[in-house]
């Protein structure tokens, strides 16, 4: 399919040319990429815009709570095997960035989207997405996001009936609900480590039990089903029961799983495994995740958390102690406002490294920190938490809007 196969409307290229021009002059007073506020001026003049931007293109919309942004450049570099390919790369996942993004892809052949879960259906509806990737559903900002079952039960009536193959996280009940209502599911085997926003069975109430890798709610029945594609330890298994291997830059066995989902997507597009997984080597980090940069004569990896099941995935991926840790924390709009998350993670495992805390909500998690038994010192910014660090490596961790204060103070 050729990217003019289809012309847009007078209107719809007076609503991308206003849009592009807002967005410059956004990025030009220093206000971010202006991507957002480029979509919503566009989408205000053609509101079909959306839809009509991606009627030529193959669509995958990815959706999660944890892990879209990374899957989402995985599949990206995969289908590039393929074609050419327009992506929302810097994580704008709501229509307005999304309609942005598509905007800038008029060659493309296929568009790779990243979908915040809470506009999952109405995206669907607006691009007719050709594949829908589902990785998983936790508790995130509180305050916002009603939870995490009414979140699956969004997406289970969002996507009854759809005509997208559905990729979808066999491990993780709230997913697999959400993605039984499909007829064309392919369940992947990408594991989940953080379990306790599935504990009840979604489909009746029913308490889940968990027998080793396996789950099934011993009152309704609902259970896991049989995964055709599978993340083995550093292998990804095709459902021809071929094992691939997995060659990442990217840090944990997290991105292991993305990887094991991309290459299933990859896969409904014609690009076999291997080509898919040697492509993803590319990536090196993600709109600054796990970049290492150097800030007064040591070495920072920079890592985003943003949740407790994104925490406890972090903390498995980090240098043994004693590597310096700084912790950041806010709790402004984009972040969510309610910081009672913060009890849900598991901060002892962090126990061994000197740990400084800094952030907005930086007394916040010195409390948590405290009922965890662990050392820490309270630090005004950065530059004093990095002063009183070792030289040599330092992990950073922050949720959203403190790692992008993290990014600018580092000039990253």
Known sequence: MSGNSDPL??????????GKAVAAASRAAGRGSGSVIGGRVALKLDPDLLARLAQHLDVVLVSATNGKTTTTRLIAEALGAAGPVVSNALG???????????????????????????????VARDTDPKCIALLNLSRDQLDR?????????????????????????????????????????IWVAAGQMWKDDAWSCPSCGGVMQRPGDDWFCGECGFRRPTPSWALSGDHVLDPHGSAWPIHLQLPGRANKANAASSAAVAAVFGVPPQVALERM???????????????????????????????????????????????????????GTDTSWLWDVDYTRLSGHPICVIGDRRLDLAVRLEVANQNF????????????????????????TAFQDLRRRVGN
Not at 94 to 121: F, H, N, Q, W
Not at 388 to 395: A, N, T
Request: charged share 20%.
């Open 377 to 400: 010192q309270v630090c005004e910014n950065l530059d004093q938490a990095v002063q009183m660090s070792p030289h040599g490596r330092i992990e950073v961790i922050a949720n959203y």
């Open 145 to 185: 996001a009603a939870e995490t079952r009414m979140l699956a039960e969004n997406w289970r009536e969002g996507l009854a009936g759809s005509k997208a193959v559905i990729v979808a996280n066999a491990d993780d009940p709230l997913v697999v609900w959400a993605a039984s209502s499909s007829p064309n599911v």
């Open 281 to 335: 080597y590319q990536v090196q980090a993600v709109a600054g995740r796990y970049d290492v940069v150097q800030f007064q004569e040591r070495d920072l990896r920079l890592l985003l958390a943003k949740n407790p099941a994104g925490w406890l995935e972090t903390f498995s991926l980090i240098d043994p102690p004693p590597t310096p840790v700084i912790l950041s924390v806010n709790a402004r709009g984009a972040d």
């Open 9 to 18: 409307t007078p209107r719809a290229k007076l609503a991308v040319t206003a």
């Open 92 to 122: 704008a996942n709501m229509p307005a960035g999304i309609t942005s993004a598509l905007a800038g892809g008029s060659d493309a052949r296929y568009g790779v989207i990243e979908v915040d879960e809470k506009y999952l259906a109405g």
